[in-house]
């Protein structure tokens, strides 16, 4: 059974860069048609995409956070890692790390981690 | 940047039928975009329930069906069952400059 947790400070001061890292357990990162996604959800919110990447290191990232996202994977031990610079209270949400499928064929988000809250403030 | 626009709120009494549905911005939503639909429960993960447009993952309840609908993506309970008061999540496909795309979601509230 694919197991996918996240890790990584819950609190990070403004400006500052939010560095998570998501472990997949029971199965490869390196395995097609697999990516690797990042999902956000503010307090109260929806959820919104913050892109994805796949085992050779090709990503595709939220538009909106383009400039401020980097995605990394480590196939050697089995993770993947978000970086997001220059945060701001509006960065504080539940982040969420989930497998998609190219070419949806097996859906997006079919695994999930049970989600990390990370809160931006001083 | 694009829009994916579900109905806010719906409420569908037990055993009833109730349709949500997901509009683009850009325009009717076809296969082509792939229509993923997702419920969350108050304080869980999302799930995900339809891939697709309208294939079932394995654990998804018969009475949860898609399909297209008028231009849009759309999601049919049927049968409606109280726990499936949830937050329902569509996700739709842009290519390679915009990606995914989650909807603002629904809250079916089963009264």
């Known amino acids: 059974q694919l197991q996918l947790q996240e890790s990584g400070p819950g609190l990070v001061k403004p400006s500052e860069t939010l560095s998570l890292t998501c472990a997949v357990s029971?199965?490869?990162?390196?395995?097609?048609?697999?990516?690797w996604a990042w999902i956000r959800q503010p307090p109260g919110r929806g959820l919104e995409w913050i892109g994805h990447?796949?085992?050779?290191?090709?990503?595709s990232y939220n538009p909106s956070l383009r400039s401020r996202v980097t995605m990394s994977v480590d196939t050697s031990n089995n993770h993947f890692s978000l970086k997001l610079n220059s945060v701001t209270a509006a960065d504080t949400a539940v982040y969420y790390c989930?497998?998609?499928?190219?070419?949806?064929?097996?859906?997006?988000?079919?695994?999930w981690g049970q989600g990390t809250q990370v809160s931006v403030s001083s | 940047q694009t829009v994916v626009t579900q109905e806010p709120s719906l409420t569908v009494s037990p055993g009833g039928t109730v349709t949500l549905t997901c509009a683009s911005s850009?325009?009717?939503?076809?296969?082509?975009?792939?229509p993923n639909w997702f419920q969350q429960r108050p304080g869980q993960v999302p799930r995900a329930l339809i891939y697709?447009?309208?294939i079932r993952h394995s654990w998804t309840p018969a009475r949860f069906s898609g399909s297209l609908l008028g231009g849009k993506a759309a999601l049919t309970l049927s049968g409606v069952q109280p726990e499936d008061e949830a937050d329902y999540y569509c996700l739709l496909f842009y290519g390679g400059a915009q990606g995914w795309v989650f909807g603002g979601g629904t809250k079916l509230t089963v009264l």
């Open positions: 990447i796949y085992y050779t290191g090709s990503t």
């Open positions: 697709s447009t309208s």
């Open positions: 989930a497998r998609q499928s190219g070419g949806d064929t097996s859906g997006q988000g079919d695994y």
């Open positions: 029971g199965g490869s990162i390196s395995t097609w048609p697999y990516y």
């Open positions: 850009s325009g009717a939503v076809t296969s082509g975009f792939y």
